[in-house]
């Protein structure tokens, strides 16, 4: 089904095509349909997916389109709000490497709507959040993530060994995530919330 899915994109808006990412996000998508119908699954899938990519509130179409310019975009308002609201670890990122984009850990986060690392009930809250408020909330569930992560990145936290610090091992952590406490569903999502307030 997934395949059908992703082929019929493809044919459907052949300057996209298919695109790493994709799949991720036709995937959640045949779960989606799945738990709630038991005929035509693909074929609603697939008319979930062209609404996401082609609805503006989303602009997922954007994250795939050669030269990729929703990335761009994405990336820079992330990096505006991390700027203003983590400025602790904004100053920590931008001071331990020259250089640095958040492209580097990010752009994952959005092509995939966060399910390349983050357990399916918790991608399944933030898609439903998506889907019913738009696009800031892929922001504010960086945001919150990054908040949350916080504790565990920057050396001078209480608890937090130097070494930790790096920015090699701090971009490994953002990549991985590997204290479940970040992505703790009720808190993250209410976190999540919170930024979406701040920024709406």
């Known amino acids: 089904m997934l ?40 074929e609603k899938a697939y008319g979930m997916f062209c609404h996401l990519m082609e609805d503006s509130r989303y602009n997922l179409r954007e994250l795939f389109l050669p030269e990729l310019p ?3 975009k994405l990336i820079d308002e992330l990096a505006t709000y991390i700027n203003e609201y983590l400025p602790d670890l904004d100053n920590h990122l931008q001071a331990t490497m020259s250089g640095f984009t958040h492209m580097m850990y990010a752009a994952e986060w959005y092509s995939t709507l966060f399910s390349y690392r983050l357990p399916l009930s918790v991608v399944s809250r933030i898609v439903d959040a998506y889907i019913v408020k738009g696009s800031l909330v892929l922001h504010s569930v960086s945001l919150a993530l990054l908040f949350r992560a916080q504790k565990f990145v920057l050396p001078e936290r209480e608890g937090v060994e130097a070494s930790q610090g790096s920015f090699e091992s701090t971009l490994r952590y953002l990549k991985s995530f590997p204290d479940p406490e970040i992505y703790a569903e009720d808190p993250l999502m209410r976190q999540a919330m919170h930024f979406y307030e701040c920024l709406a």
């Open 3 to 42: 395949e059908n899915v992703l082929a019929a994109y493809a044919d459907h808006d052949p300057q996209v095509g298919y695109a790493q990412g994709m799949n991720f996000i036709a995937a959640l998508l045949l779960i989606s349909v799945e738990e709630q119908e038991t005929k035509q699954v693909p």
């Open 70 to 72: 929703g990335h761009k």
